[in-house]
Every structure is written in structure tokens, then in C-alpha cells.
Nanobody
Framework: QVQLVESGGGLVQAGGSLRLSCAAS????????MAWFRQAPGKEREFVAA????????TYADSVKGRYTISRDNAKNTAYLQMYSLKPEDTAVYYC???????????????????WGQGTQVTVSS
């Protein structure tokens, strides 16, 4: 059974940092793109960041560009999202996603991802 399990969320003050992890099990995603999305209360799920299968290509939402960094460790089958300079508007449930396209690039659309984690809550206080 394929699973993506996020961890690292929590409560942080504005200006603080958090590092999210997404550990995959059940199959290797070393040949597949991975991404992070988030959903705030009352809002639709939105793209945050994506990384290609080797990590050579990344793409970010404008709202997080320069503050967030996505990375991956294929030996550990894990993706990460390092978040700096957090703002109250970053408060959301953060979801990890992986697609099944072999040698996939850093895709931005939620419809391009087949596997999803359960999410981890990030709350930024002002």
C-alpha cells in the first residue's frame, strides 16, 4: 500500500521557520515528481512547490517564492519543504503529493498528482 506521511507541522510565530517532511512508503518515487499543496480554512487547495524526479527542477507559487525551499532525498524516498519568514497567511494544512509519471517534471497542477498524504497543520501566529 502506497503511503505519503507528512510531519513537521506545528504552531510558530510570524517570522519563524518550519521544515516539513514527506516520507513515502509502498513504492519508490525516485523517478517521479513530488509537490506540496496547502489548504487554508474556507479556501481551495493551492499549489505551493514542486520538484522534478531528480531534484534538478523546482517551481514555486509566487506567494512563497524566496521563503520556501523544496528538496528531496531519493535514497530516503522523502521530500521536504523548508519554510522561512512565515506569515499568518501561510496558515493551512499542508499536503504532500507524488505523481505516477515516470521521469516527471515539476508539475503545478493538483490533477497531475495521483498520491496524496493526509496533511499536516501549520499555524502561524501574529
Amino acid at each position: 500500500q502506497v503511503q505519503l506521511v507528512e510531519s513537521g507541522g506545528g504552531l510558530v510565530q510570524a517570522g519563524g521557520s518550519l521544515r516539513l517532511s514527506c516520507a513515502a512508503s509502498g513504492r519508490s518515487f525516485s523517478s517521479n515528481a513530488m509537490a506540496w499543496f496547502r489548504q487554508a480554512p474556507g479556501k481551495e487547495r493551492e499549489f505551493v512547490a514542486a520538484i522534478s524526479y531528480r531534484g534538478m527542477s523546482t517551481t514555486y507559487a509566487d506567494s512563497v517564492k524566496g521563503r520556501y525551499t523544496i528538496s528531496r532525498d531519493n535514497a530516503k524516498n522523502t521530500a521536504y519543504l523548508q519554510m522561512y519568514s512565515l506569515k499568518p497567511e501561510d496558515t493551512a494544512v499542508y499536503y504532500c503529493a507524488a505523481n505516477s509519471v515516470r521521469l516527471g517534471g515539476a508539475a503545478r497542477g493538483a490533477w497531475e498528482y495521483n498520491y496524496w498524504g493526509q496533511g499536516t497543520q501549520v499555524t502561524v501566529s501574529s
